[in-house]
C-alpha cells in the first residue's frame, strides 16, 4: 500500500540530490509512468557513471528499461547506440518499441537480409550482424557509444554463443557494453570476466520476480499447491498423487492397458473456472501444439466473446492479407483461424512467422486466451501470461528425453505474472504417473543456472582474428574468452580432485597385504584380461558384421531374406544396394513383411542376415507411396508364408585371440593366484584401482581443459594451412574470400566459390545447391531416399559433396569436425519454390515421411537467402567474369526466394 504522507525532508533532500548527481536518469525516469525499481536505478546510474553492466533479473522484470537508458543517453550525447538480440524475431519486436519512442527517422533495423535506416543514431541488430560489422571496420561504428546485448545469456548457445563472446572481445574500449540477462546462478563470475576484457563493469542481480509465484499441480479435475503454509511439499496433494498411481496400478493389476493422457481440453476449462486465464501451454512437441488445438476446437470449447472474435478475425485476415490463396491453403490458414476464433492457439517453429506473430499480438491484446506452445516461446518474446502450464517435466534434447533442469524450469515459468495487471502469477504442472509431486517440488525450489561458455574457434573466426591482428595476438584473444576464463577457474578444483583421490588411493593401498606376493599387480593383470576378452568378442562381432555386409553386397533387387535381430528383424525383401562413397558400407533399402520400408545400416546387421528366395518388384517402385508399400508388403508376405522361420543361422566361428590366450597363462602362473583371501584383497584392489583411475581422470582433464582452446585454434590453423588460406601469419588471397562467408559450413562455402564450382548455375539452381549447406534434416535422411533434380544441379552437387569429402578428410586428421555434410532434403523444396511454384508444390517435395511445415521452410528459406547474399558479395570480390556473373545469379536468386510467405513485411 502506498502511503499518502508527504515525503520527509531527509526524503526530499535525498531526491533532490539523486535529481542533481543523475540529471540524465531524472529525466529518463519522467518518461515512464511509474516509479524504477532499485535494480533498474542501481543499473542506470552506474550506466550514467560511464560504466558498463551486467543486469540479471527474472523474466518480466523490467531489464530492457536499463538498455532503453543506454538508448536514451546516446541520444543526449549524440552518439550512437546498437542494441543487439539473439534472434530476428526480438530486433523486430524492438526495433517496432523504439521506433514508437523516439520516431522512424533516428531508429534502424539490420538483420542480414532487413536493412532499414543503416545509419540511424539508434541501429536494432541481430548479434552476427554486429560482429560481420567489428570484423569488417565498418564506417557505421564511428561514434558508438553504446552497445546493449539483451538476453546475452544466449552465449551458453553452442552453435550462436561464440559470437557474443567476439563482441564483447573486440569492441573498442571506449564502447560502454550493457549485458541483460535471465537470473543465472555465476553472475559474478561472468562479471569478473567482463571487467576482464571491458574494464569498468557493475554487476547488478535481482531475483525478485515482480509478481509473485505460486506453484500448483492438477491431479485429475482438482488444483492442489505444491507447498504447504511451511514450504514443505503439500500432503494433501502426496496423498492424492498416491492414490492415483495405485489406481493406476490396480487397473492394470486386471490386465488392462491404461493409457496415460492429458485431456488439454478439459484441463484449460478448469483453467477459465479457477479464473487462471491467460495461460501459455507447454507442450515440448509441434505436434503436441497443433494436436491440442484440435482437441479444443472438437471439444467445441468457446473461450471468446462474439465481440473478441470479430477483432481477431479482423487482425488475422490483415495480418495474413499479402498471401495468396492457395498459400493460406496450403498451410492449415483456416483451422489456424478457428482455433483464433474460440481463443486458442499453436506457436512453435513450424508454424509461418506471420501466423507467430499475430498469435502473439493476440495474445497481447488479451484476446488469445491459452497458446499451446513448445519451449522456444522461452526464449525472450514478450508473452507474459497469468499462467504457464506445463504437461511434461521431460523433453527431448536432440539425444534423448531427459528430465527439465531448474533453470529451464525457471525459464519457462518465469512468465506466469503480468506485471501491473496480474497480483500473482501461476505456474501448474500436470499430474501423470511419471511425474512425482517432488519432482515438481524440487524444481521450484531451486535456482540454478549456470551460465557456461560455448566459445570454440572456427575456420571464420580464425581467418578474421589472424587477418585483423596477427596470428598471435589471435592466440591471446581466444585466451581471453569467457571459455578459458572459466577454464582457468576450474584447474584449480580440478587440481584439488585429483590430490584428494591420490591421497585415498594411498591410504586404501596400505591396507593390501598378500603373503603371497604383489597382488596389485595380480588385480591389474586379470584387469588387462577382462579388457582383452572384450575387444576379442567386439572383433568377433565385427567379423559377423562383415559377413552381412558381404551378402548384403551379394544381393539383387527382389532377393527375399531373414533379419535375425533388431527392431526389424524378420522376412523383408532387398529393393535396392544404397551404396554411398568409396568405402562406405552399404546402406540397403528394404521392405519388411510388416510394412516398413527404409534404408538400414548395415552395422545394425551384425547378427546376420540370409537369403531365402527370390521375387519379382514392381517397374519404378517408389517405397514413399502408402499404396505401392501395401501391395508389396501383401506379395512378400504371400511369398514367405510357407517357407520355415529360420531358428538359428550360421555364424562365422569366433577366432581365438593370442593375447588373450597369454594374459590367460600369467594370471595363472601369478604367485597370488588361488590365494585363500583372494575376494578380500580384490575388494580393496578395485577400490584402490577406481580410486587411481579418478586422480589419473582428473589429470588428464587439467591437461586437456588447460590446452583444449589452443589445440583447437591450432587444428583449424592446421586446416586452412592445408587448403591455403593461411600461410604462416599471414592469410591468403583465398582467407580473404572465406573472411566473407559466415555459415557453419563456411570453408565448404569458400572452396565451392573459389574453385567456380557454382557458377553457371541459373539463380533457381543456385538457390537450391545453397540451400544444401545450411540445411538441417529433422529426420535422418539415410532412412529416405532424398531426391534432388537431374542434369546441372545433380553434377554441381556431386562435386560440392567432393570438395566435403576432401574437407572432412583433412578435418578426421587433424582431429577437428567443423563442417557439416550437405543435406539434399531442401534441395527439391528450394528449386521449385525459386521457380515460382506455389507453396504446397515446394513443401510436398520435401524430405522425411511428411511435407514440411510452412515456418520450417520459411526459416530455412530466409538462412538461404542470408547465404546468398554472402555468396554474391564474395564473389564480387574474386572480381573474374564468372565469378562476377555468379554474384549476378546469387543477387536474382535472392529476389526469386523472397517472394510470398518467405517476403518480410
Same mark, same amino acid.
Given at each position: 500500500?502506498?502511503?499518502s504522507?508527504?515525503?520527509? =525532508? ?5 531526491? *533532490? ?19 524504477l ?9 552506474a550506466?550514467?557513471k ?5 543486469v540479471?533479473?527474472p ?6 528499461v536499463?538498455?532503453?537508458f543506454? /538508448?536514451h543517453?546516446?541520444q ?6 546498437f542494441?543487439?538480440?539473439?534472434i530476428?524475431?526480438l530486433?523486430?519486436? %524492438? ?12 531508429v534502424?533495423?539490420l538483420t542480414?537480409?532487413t536493412v532499414?535506416?543503416?545509419d ?5 541488430m541481430?548479434?552476427?550482424?554486429l560482429? !560481420?560489422m567489428?570484423?569488417?571496420s565498418?564506417?557505421?561504428?564511428? !561514434?558508438?557509444?553504446y ?5 546475452v545469456?544466449?552465449?551458453? &548457445?553452442?552453435?550462436?554463443g561464440?559470437?557474443?563472446e567476439? $563482441? ?6 571506449? @564502447?560502454a557494453?550493457i ?5 543465472v546462478?555465476?553472475?559474478e563470475?561472468f562479471?569478473?570476466?567482463l571487467?576482464?576484457? #571491458?574494464?569498468?563493469?557493475? /554487476?547488478v542481480?535481482?531475483?525478485?520476480r515482480p ?11 482438482v488444483?492442489? &499447491?505444491v507447498?504447504?503454509?511451511?514450504? !514443505?511439499?503439500n ?6 498423487a ?14 488392462? %492397458?491404461r ?9 484449460v476449462?478448469n483453467?477459465d ?5 491467460p495461460?501459455?501451454?507447454f507442450?515440448?512437441s509441434?505436434?503436441?501444439c497443433?494436436a491440442a ?5 472438437h471439444?467445441?470449447?468457446k ?18 492479407a499479402h ?8 498451410v492449415?490458414?483456416?483451422r489456424?483461424?478457428d ?5 486458442v492457439a499453436?506457436?512453435?517453429a513450424g508454424l ?12 497481447l ?18 508473452m507474459?501470461?497469468?499462467?504457464v502450464?506445463?504437461?511434461r517435466?521431460? %523433453?527431448y534434447?536432440?539425444e534423448?528425453?531427459?528430465?527439465l533442469?531448474?533453470?529451464?524450469y525457471t525459464?519457462l ?6 506485471r501491473? $495487471? &496480474? ?8 499430474w ?5 509431486p ?5 524444481? +521450484? ?8 561458455s560455448?566459445?570454440?574457434p572456427?575456420?571464420?573466426?580464425? @581467418?578474421n582474428l ?11 584473444v581466444l585466451?581471453?574468452s ?6 582457468? +577457474?576450474?584447474?584449480?578444483h580440478i587440481?584439488e580432485?585429483?590430490?584428494r583421490a591420490?591421497a585415498?588411493?594411498d ?9 603371497r606376493?604383489d ?5 591389474e ?6 579388457? +582383452?576378452?572384450?575387444q576379442a568378442q567386439k572383433?568377433?562381432r565385427g ?10 553386397n ?5 532377393? $527375399?531374406?531373414w533379419?535375425s535381430?533388431?527392431? #526389424?528383424a524378420?522376412?523383408a525383401?532387398f529393393?535396392?544396394r544404397?551404396?554411398?562413397?568409396s568405402g ?5 533399402l ?6 516398413w *520400408?527404409?534404408? /538400414?545400416?548395415? +552395422?545394425s546387421?551384425?547378427?546376420?542376415v540370409?537369403?531365402h528366395?527370390?521375387?519379382k ?10 499404396r505401392q ?6 506379395s ?6 510357407y ?9 562365422t566361428?569366433?577366432q581365438?585371440?593370442p593375447?588373450v ?5 600369467q594370471l ?18 578395485a ?15 587439467l591437461?586437456?581443459?588447460s ?5 583447437q585454434?591450432?587444428?583449424v590453423?592446421? /586446416?586452412l594451412?592445408?587448403f591455403?588460406?593461411?600461410s ?20 565448404l562455402?569458400?572452396r ?16 537450391a545447391?545453397a540451400?544444401?549447406?545450411?540445411y538441417?534434416s ?7 531416399? @532424398?531426391?534432388i =533434380?537431374?542434369?546441372? $544441379?545433380? &553434377?554441381v552437387m556431386e562435386?560440392?559433396?567432393r ?5 572432412h578428410?583433412?578435418? %578426421?586428421? !587433424?582431429?577437428v569436425a ?9 534441395v ?9 511454384e506455389p507453396?504446397?508444390q *515446394? ?19 530466409? #538462412?538461404?537467402?542470408?547465404?546468398l547474399?554472402?555468396?554474391?558479395d564474395a564473389?564480387k570480390?574474386?572480381d573474374t567474369?564468372g565469378s562476377?556473373d ?13 517472394r510470398g510467405?518467405?517476403?518480410d513485411?
Amino acid at each position: 500500500m502506498v502511503s499518502s504522507a508527504s515525503p520527509s =525532508p531527509a526524503e526530499r533532500y535525498s531526491a *533532490a540530490k539523486l535529481r542533481s548527481e543523475y540529471q540524465s536518469l531524472s529525466a529518463f525516469q519522467e518518461t515512464y509512468p511509474f516509479e524504477l525499481d532499485e535494480f533498474q536505478m542501481d543499473a542506470c546510474q552506474a550506466v550514467e557513471k560511464g560504466h558498463g553492466v551486467l543486469v540479471c533479473a527474472p523474466t518480466g522484470a523490467g531489464k530492457t528499461v536499463v538498455g532503453e537508458f543506454a /538508448v536514451h543517453l546516446a541520444q543526449e550525447y549524440e552518439g550512437k547506440c546498437f542494441y543487439t538480440t539473439p534472434i530476428k524475431a526480438l530486433s523486430n519486436q %524492438k526495433y517496432h518499441d523504439l521506433v514508437a519512442a523516439y520516431g522512424t527517422e533516428k531508429v534502424g533495423l539490420l538483420t542480414g537480409d532487413t536493412v532499414i535506416n543503416p545509419d540511424a543514431s539508434v541501429v536494432v541488430m541481430t548479434t552476427e550482424v554486429l560482429r !560481420n560489422m567489428i570484423y569488417a571496420s565498418s564506417p557505421a561504428l564511428k !561514434n558508438l557509444r553504446y552497445v546493449v546485448m539483451d538476453e546475452v545469456h544466449y552465449l551458453a &548457445d553452442r552453435f550462436r554463443g561464440p559470437v557474443w563472446e567476439e $563482441i564483447i572481445i573486440h569492441l573498442p574500449q571506449s @564502447v560502454a557494453v550493457i549485458s541483460l540477462s535471465a537470473t543465472v546462478s555465476n553472475a559474478e563470475e561472468f562479471g569478473d570476466w567482463l571487467k576482464s576484457v #571491458r574494464g569498468s563493469t557493475e /554487476v547488478v542481480v535481482s531475483e525478485e520476480r515482480p509478481v509473485p509465484l505460486w506453484q500448483h499441480m492438477m491431479v485429475g479435475n482438482v488444483l492442489f &499447491d505444491v507447498f504447504d503454509h511451511h514450504g !514443505n511439499l503439500n500432503p494433501d496433494l502426496r496423498q492424492k498423487a498416491k492414490r492415483k498411481l495405485e489406481q493406476g496400478e490396480r487397473y492394470r493389476g486386471r490386465g488392462k %492397458k491404461r493409457r496415460s493422457f492429458a485431456d488439454r481440453a478439459q484441463i484449460v476449462a478448469n483453467l477459465d473456472r479457477e479464473a487462471l486465464l491467460p495461460a501459455i501451454y507447454f507442450i515440448f512437441s509441434r505436434v503436441g501444439c497443433d494436436a491440442a488445438v484440435e482437441e479444443c476446437v472438437h471439444s467445441d470449447l468457446k473461450l471468446t466473446t462474439p465481440e473478441e472474435r470479430s477483432q481477431i478475425m479482423a487482425l488475422a485476415e490483415e495480418r495474413t492479407a499479402h498471401i495468396e490463396s492457395d498459400d493460406l491453403q496450403a498451410v492449415g490458414y483456416w483451422r489456424w483461424m478457428d482455433g483464433l476464433a474460440r481463443g486458442v492457439a499453436a506457436h512453435h517453429a513450424g508454424l509461418l512467422p506471420v501466423f507467430k506473430e499475430t498469435v502473439e499480438e493476440l495474445f497481447l491484446r488479451g484476446l488469445i486466451k491459452v497458446v499451446f506452445a513448445t519451449e522456444t516461446l522461452a526464449l525472450g518474446i514478450n508473452m507474459p501470461a497469468r499462467t504457464v502450464v506445463l504437461e511434461r517435466l521431460v %523433453k527431448y534434447d536432440g539425444e534423448s528425453h531427459v528430465m527439465l533442469t531448474p533453470g529451464q524450469y525457471t525459464q519457462l515459468t518465469g512468465r506466469a505474472g503480468r506485471r501491473g $495487471i &496480474d497480483v500473482e502469477g501461476h505456474a501448474v504442472t500436470i499430474w501423470s504417473e511419471e511425474v512425482h509431486p517432488r519432482d515438481v517440488a524440487g524444481l +521450484a525450489s531451486k535456482r540454478t543456472y549456470p551460465l557456461n561458455s560455448s566459445f570454440a574457434p572456427s575456420y571464420n573466426m580464425a @581467418v578474421n582474428l589472424i587477418g585483423t591482428a596477427g596470428r598471435k595476438r589471435a592466440a591471446e584473444v581466444l585466451s581471453s574468452s569467457f571459455a578459458q576464463f572459466q577454464t582457468d +577457474a576450474a584447474a584449480v578444483h580440478i587440481s584439488e580432485q585429483a590430490r584428494r583421490a591420490e591421497a585415498k588411493a594411498d591410504a586404501v593401498v596400505a591396507d593390501l597385504e598378500c603373503d603371497r606376493g604383489d597382488f596389485l599387480s595380480y588385480y591389474e593383470l586379470s584387469q588387462e584380461l577382462a579388457k +582383452a576378452e572384450k575387444q576379442a568378442q567386439k572383433r568377433n562381432r565385427g567379423l559377423r558384421r562383415d559377413e552381412a555386409i558381404h551378402t548384403l553386397n551379394n544381393l539383387r533387387p527382389g532377393d $527375399i531374406i531373414w533379419m535375425s535381430s533388431g527392431k #526389424r528383424a524378420g522376412w523383408a525383401v532387398f529393393i535396392d544396394r544404397g551404396l554411398g562413397r568409396s568405402g562406405s558400407e552399404p546402406r540397403p533399402l528394404l521392405l519388411t513383411a510388416s510394412g516398413w *520400408a527404409g534404408k /538400414v545400416a548395415g +552395422a545394425s546387421l551384425q547378427s546376420g542376415v540370409e537369403k531365402h528366395g527370390w521375387m519379382k518388384l514392381p517397374k519404378r517402385f517408389n517405397h514413399r507411396d502408402p499404396r505401392q508399400r501395401r501391395d508389396l508388403t501383401a506379395s512378400l508376405r504371400e511369398q514367405t508364408k510357407y517357407l520355415d522361420t529360420p531358428k538359428r543361422r550360421r555364424r562365422t566361428r569366433s577366432q581365438e585371440d593370442p593375447e588373450v590366450d597369454r594374459l590367460r597363462e600369467q594370471l595363472r602362473s601369478h604367485p597370488c593366484h588361488g590365494c585363500p583371501q583372494t575376494a578380500s584383497h580384490t575388494s580393496i584392489a578395485a577400490r584402490w584401482f577406481l580410486l587411481n583411475k579418478d586422480a589419473k581422470v582428473s589429470r588428464e582433464r587439467l591437461q586437456k581443459r588447460s590446452s583444449s582452446l589452443d589445440r583447437q585454434f591450432q587444428a583449424v590453423c592446421a /586446416v586452412l594451412e592445408e587448403f591455403d588460406y593461411l600461410s604462416g601469419d599471414a592469410v591468403t588471397d583465398s582467407g580473404q574470400l572465406l573472411r566473407r562467408i559466415f555459415c557453419e559450413s563456411d570453408l565448404l562455402v569458400a572452396r565451392c566459390l573459389e574453385e567456380g564450382v557454382w557458377e553457371g548455375l541459373q539463380p533457381a539452381e543456385l538457390a537450391a545447391v545453397a540451400s544444401a549447406v545450411i540445411y538441417e534434416s529433422r529426420f535422418e535422411e539415410d532412412e529416405w531416399l @532424398v531426391a534432388i =533434380p537431374s542434369g546441372r $544441379i545433380a &553434377d554441381v552437387m556431386e562435386v560440392t559433396q567432393r570438395r566435403w569429402d576432401a574437407i572432412h578428410g583433412c578435418e %578426421k586428421r !587433424n582431429n577437428v569436425a567443423l563442417t557439416s555434410k550437405p543435406q539434399m532434403g531442401l534441395v527439391w523444396p528450394m528449386y521449385r519454390w525459386a521457380r515460382g511454384e506455389p507453396l504446397a508444390q *515446394a513443401l510436398k517435395a520435401a524430405d522425411g515421411p511428411y511435407p514440411m511445415p510452412g515456418g520450417d521452410f520459411v526459416r530455412w528459406a530466409r #538462412r538461404t537467402i542470408d547465404l546468398l547474399h554472402q555468396v554474391g558479395d564474395a564473389a564480387k570480390a574474386i572480381d573474374t567474369s564468372g565469378s562476377r556473373d555468379l554474384a549476378n545469379k546469387a543477387f536474382a536468386a535472392v529476389d526469386l526466394v523472397r517472394r510470398g510467405v518467405v517476403a518480410d513485411l
